[in-house]
């Protein structure tokens, strides 16, 4: 597929397809596995409170850890204070931000009663002065993640998205539904086609894509300037990877066997254990090493999902407190499978 590289501000991406920040699931674990293995043009991290930030909260500041081998890295921040948003930035700034993104598509409740998230949608004064207040904090571009609105009554982003380029924000990624939506219903690409003529600054289109189709469709419908990843990502770096092999105009890589995603489980799971000591290096071994297997009894399963009795497996691992204890039920699975296939 022929498309453009991406260019945010003074930073080139080559290869314009991103991976979402999403909370519980983009931490530097997993993004060091998706470079590996898809290489996408840019990531971003998990959501980071500015008001944690605020207050100087551990866990908070763990998701500012970048890896170099990451870069171009963008961290995305939420928040409605505009001064506490700047102090944040500068924070994440001086701990190698690459870029710095705004969140205003967040929709659970527990970010927008803070007034934080998809609800500044519906105040685009103050939504307009925490970009600027960010933009004039740091020297790193600046981002923004938005929905179309908060509900079907305002189509908000094109208005918004105007302003925010207006005070300095170098590119506007798009959730193409509504933030009463959540997930559900159908992303409308019209909505990011209609964005895309209102601003000159780049629009990503972010919704409903699985495969290197779709994101190839989204491109041609929308005329974006790129396309953002997230759920289809979710424990399938291979399914990022044949999207970005599509953009880079290489053949599609063949599908994993299920021994590379059982050893991919594995290493995200090792990588998380040593994320969680790097954060803290005095926290004992098995304090780290049962947080980090209770964080991922979600996601681990996912790396086999549609395999026969993939689901039996599932829960058996949410029992899961230790690394060995996941390897065992791996293996055992694995070599099951290969029984049964022989036999």
């Known amino acids: 597929m022929n498309i453009s590289p991406l260019k945010i501000g003074n930073i080139i991406i080559n290869t314009p397809v991103l991976l ?4 519980d699931v983009t931490s530097l674990p997993f993004r060091l596995i998706c470079k590996e293995i898809a290489n996408p043009g840019l990531m971003f991290t998990e959501f980071v409170s500015a008001m944690a930030i605020h207050y100087n909260a551990k866990k ?4 500012l850890q970048v890896h170099p081998t990451e870069r171009p890295l963008a961290v995305q921040i939420f928040g409605s204070n505009p001064e506490i948003m700047a102090e944040t930035a500068k924070i994440v700034e001086e701990h190698g931000a690459d ?5 205003m598509g967040c929709w659970v409740p527990k970010v927008c009663r803070t007034g934080s998230g998809a609800a500044l949608l519906k105040d685009p004064n103050l939504a307009t002065e925490i970009v600027k207040s960010v933009v004039d904090a740091v020297k790193i571009p600046v981002t923004v993640k938005v929905r179309a609105g908060w509900d079907y009554s305002l189509f908000a982003a094109p208005e ?4 925010f380029e207006d005070v300095g924000a170098k590119m506007i990624t798009l959730h193409a539904r509504f933030a009463k939506q959540g997930f559900e219903g159908k992303a409308d690409w019209d909505l990011i086609q209609n964005l895309v003529k209102t601003v000159s600054i780049p629009v990503i289109g972010n919704g409903d894509i699985k495969t290197a189709t779709d994101a190839e469709n989204m491109v041609r419908q929308t005329g974006c300037a790129g396309v953002m990843i997230g759920r289809g990502a979710i ?4 399914a990022l990877s ?8 290489e053949e599609e890589p063949e599908d994993p066997n299920l021994e590379e995603r059982i050893a991919t489980a594995l290493r995200h799971l090792k990588l998380t254990i040593e994320y969680e000591q790097n954060a803290d290096p005095t926290e004992s071994y098995e304090i780290i090493e049962g947080r980090a297997t209770r964080s991922l009894r979600g996601q681990l399963p996912l790396y086999i999902k549609n395999y026969p009795g993939a689901s039996k497996i599932r829960g058996r691992i949410t029992a899961c407190n230790t690394y060995k204890e996941v390897e065992d039920i791996l293996m055992e699975y694995s070599l099951a499978s290969k029984d049964a296939f022989l036999v």
């Not at 979402?20 to 909370?23: D, F, L, N, R, S």
């Not at 870029?99 to 969140?103: K, S, V």
């Not at 918004?160 to 302003?163: E, G, W, Y």
């Open 20 to 23: 979402a920040p999403m909370e």
């Open 60 to 63: 908070t500041y763990k998701k």
């Open 99 to 103: 870029i710095i993104d705004i969140n």
């Open 160 to 163: 918004l998205a105007k302003r």
């Open 235 to 238: 424990s399938n770096p291979w």
């Open 242 to 249: 044949k999207i970005c092999a599509a953009f880079r105009n």
